[in-house]
């Protein structure tokens, strides 16, 4: 799918401007909490987080209609012709890294146990209780009676199974009125990701928020769960590297050393502007360089950038039980693998979204009956959690692409 991409003056004007603002906001609220009496140093926390809110609330505004367009466009677009094998190692691939990831970033959450610190009182009014579901409820849960009332609710697995029928349907159309789909579903899709930046700009304004409420109410005692979260994500990901690793040393042997010192430099470059789009232009050119045919770049990097985002992956699991921990929701062993399914799917077709995972966090929080003002704890450290992992989709889409080009025969 050739899809429209965020503005590249967004990479970089962006994490200045977020850094000052976590900085000035976790300032601000300790000083508040410090200085002013817990009562009113509450009100005064309500009152800055109604900003906060109000990002939260734009957030969820484009989670529907923007899956709906870039999931159906991408399959819509896939008319051309099979590429047989190549296709088919990618995809193995991609699910077995996504799995991995995910069950990674849960069992890492559930032995670290990094949110069980803050004790937060459940939101007014209080989220939905999360329930366990039947084989037979979840089965038929996939079919939306109605889009409408699918996207009016954010049903991120009824929107994902109706794009998808949508965009197949499109596909099976004659040549003319397939073509013209394509473009319109293009054009929807380039206006999503075109107010998706647009609210994405607004999120150093709602870090600050975020983080002067989070220290105005808890004060110093605050730090040290978020700090704990960071970290724990962070050897996480570490674990997830030397899994990366292992794997591509056993499929690709003594080429693996070679490979990952090629794939330092754009994995930095994701790493320090906490954009994995960033570093595209230098993964390609080092993987070509490399001997990797450059019409399996093409094909696997592109996909890999909509489907294998390892650190995304592990990112939405780690962060969703982080957030059950701290407004003491428990999860029982059927509601996370229920969690782990919907996760599989949840950042699929958002491909070129500002903190794609930020919006897919955002869409799936409530569907297993936490806060989704839970969001606003994660988002005054997302960008130091963005550096990771956007640093570790390239490493991931960089050996998935070498995998391929060394399995799949030419034609």
């Given at each position: 799918?050739?899809?429209?991409?965020?503005?590249?003056?967004?990479?970089?004007?962006?994490?200045?401007?977020?850094?000052?603002?976590?900085?000035?906001?976790?300032?601000?609220?300790?000083?508040?909490?410090?200085?002013?009496?817990?009562?009113?140093?509450?009100?005064?926390?309500?009152?800055?987080?109604?900003?906060?809110?109000?990002?939260?609330?734009?957030?969820?505004?484009?989670?529907?209609?923007?899956?709906?367009?870039?999931?159906?466009?991408?399959?819509?677009?896939?008319?051309?012709?099979?590429?047989?094998?190549?296709?088919?190692?990618?995809?193995?691939?991609?699910?077995?890294?996504?799995?991995?990831?995910?069950?990674?970033?849960?069992?890492?959450?559930?032995?670290?146990?990094?949110?069980?610190?803050?004790?937060?009182?459940?939101?007014?009014?209080?989220?939905?209780?999360?329930?366990?579901?039947?084989?037979?409820?979840?089965?038929?849960?996939?079919?939306?009676?109605?889009?409408?009332?699918?996207?009016?609710?954010?049903?991120?697995?009824?929107?994902?199974?109706?794009?998808?029928?949508?965009?197949?349907?499109?596909?099976?159309?004659?040549?003319?009125?397939?073509?013209?789909?394509?473009?319109?579903?293009?054009?929807?899709?380039?206006?999503?990701?075109?107010?998706?930046?647009?609210?994405?700009?607004?999120?150093?304004?709602?870090?600050?928020?975020?983080?002067?409420?989070?220290?105005?109410?808890?004060?110093?005692?605050?730090?040290?769960?978020?700090?704990?979260?960071?970290?724990?994500?962070?050897?996480?990901?570490?674990?997830?590297?030397?899994?990366?690793?292992?794997?591509?040393?056993?499929?690709?042997?003594?080429?693996?050393?070679?490979?990952?010192?090629?794939?330092?430099?754009?994995?930095?470059?994701?790493?320090?502007?906490?954009?994995?789009?960033?570093?595209?232009?230098?993964?390609?050119?080092?993987?070509?360089?490399?001997?990797?045919?450059?019409?399996?770049?093409?094909?696997?990097?592109?996909?890999?950038?909509?489907?294998?985002?390892?650190?995304?992956?592990?990112?939405?699991?780690?962060?969703?039980?982080?957030?059950?921990?701290?407004?003491?929701?428990?999860?029982?062993?059927?509601?996370q693998v229920a969690m782990l399914l919907v996760l599989m799917v949840a950042s699929k077709g958002t491909a070129g979204v500002p903190r794609a995972a930020t919006v897919a966090l955002a869409s799936v929080l409530p569907l297993f009956g936490l806060p989704s003002s839970g969001l606003l704890l994660i988002l005054g450290v997302d960008h130091l959690l963005d550096m990771g992992r956007s640093g570790t989709n390239a490493i991931g889409n960089g050996i998935a692409a070498a995998v391929v080009a060394?399995?799949?025969?030419?034609?």
């Open positions: 799918m050739a899809h429209a991409s965020a503005p590249s003056s967004l990479v970089t004007a962006v994490p200045t401007a977020i850094l000052a603002a976590m900085l000035l906001g976790c300032a601000g609220g300790l000083a508040v909490n410090l200085i002013m009496a817990a009562p009113d140093a509450a009100r005064i926390a309500d009152g800055v987080g109604v900003v906060a809110e109000l990002f939260l609330r734009l957030i969820r505004m484009v989670i529907a209609p923007l899956l709906f367009a870039t999931l159906a466009g991408g399959i819509a677009g896939l008319r051309g012709g099979g590429v047989g094998r190549p296709a088919l190692l990618a995809a193995s691939w991609f699910a077995a890294a996504s799995l991995v990831s995910l069950v990674l970033g849960l069992l890492a959450a559930d032995l670290l146990r990094p949110g069980s610190g803050l004790h937060l009182p459940p939101p007014h009014p209080p989220a939905r209780a999360a329930v366990a579901i039947s084989p037979h409820d979840l089965l038929l849960h996939l079919v939306p009676t109605s889009i409408v009332d699918a996207m009016a609710r954010n049903d991120l697995v009824q929107i994902v199974v109706f794009a998808s029928l949508f965009g197949a349907a499109a596909l099976a159309l004659p040549d003319e009125p397939a073509a013209r789909m394509r473009v319109a579903l293009g054009d929807f899709a380039a206006v999503m990701l075109r107010l998706t930046t647009l609210v994405m700009r607004t999120a150093p304004l709602a870090v600050l928020a975020a983080l002067f409420a989070t220290f105005a109410r808890g004060g110093l005692a605050v730090a040290g769960p978020l700090a704990a979260f960071i970290a724990g994500y962070y050897a996480t990901m570490l674990v997830l590297w030397v899994l990366l690793a292992g794997v591509g040393f056993a499929l690709l042997g003594r080429a693996l050393p070679g490979l990952l010192r090629s794939l330092a430099s754009p994995a930095l470059l994701a790493f320090a502007t906490a954009s994995s789009e960033a570093a595209f232009p230098l993964l390609v050119e080092r993987l070509e360089r490399l001997g990797v045919p450059s019409r399996l770049v093409g094909f696997v990097l592109p996909l890999g950038y909509a489907f294998n985002l390892d650190g995304a992956m592990l990112f939405l699991a780690f962060a969703s039980l982080f957030v059950a921990q701290a407004y003491g929701v428990l999860l029982g062993l059927g509601q060394r399995y799949a025969r030419p034609g």
